[in-house]
């Protein structure tokens, strides 16, 4: 059985930081690209960040580029989001996924597995 298991979230003031984790079990890490969402409330979700089997090439939804970093541990079979310099409108809910496709994907349809969520408050 896969599971998916996000952890970090919390509540920070604007300029904070915050670093998730995703736990991965019943499959191994590589076998996946990894990515990150989140949905704010009343919003669809919206792609975030995205990491390859054996890591590697990343890539972000511009709204992040540049404050957000995507890394993974295979041996540990976890991923992880660093946040740095977050703002207001950076609060969501936050999902991890796995991703089975060749290729990079910001399409949640193409996700295969996903964890609960975690919480991400900024305030201003």
């Known amino acids: 059985q896969v599971q998916l298991v996000e952890s970090g979230g919390g509540l920070v003031q604007a300029g904070g930081s915050l670093r998730l984790s995703c736990v991965v079990s019943?499959?191994?890490?590589?076998?996946?690209?990894m990515g990150w969402f989140r949905q704010a409330p009343g919003k669809e979700r919206e792609f975030v960040a995205a990491?390859?089997?054996?890591?590697?090439?990343?890539e972000y939804a511009d709204s992040v580029r540049g404050r957000f970093t995507i890394s993974r541990d295979n041996a540990k079979n976890t991923v992880y989001l660093q946040m740095n310099g977050l703002k207001p409108e950076d609060t969501a809910v936050y999902y991890c996924?796995?991703?089975?496709?060749?290729?990079?994907?910001?399409?949640?349809?193409?996700?295969?597995?996903w964890g609960q969520g975690t919480q991400v408050t900024v305030s201003s």
């Open positions: 996924a796995t991703d089975s496709t060749f290729g990079f994907t910001r399409d949640a349809e193409e996700y295969d597995y």
């Open positions: 019943g499959v191994p890490l590589r076998a996946y690209n």
């Open positions: 990491t390859r089997r054996i890591g590697g090439p990343t």
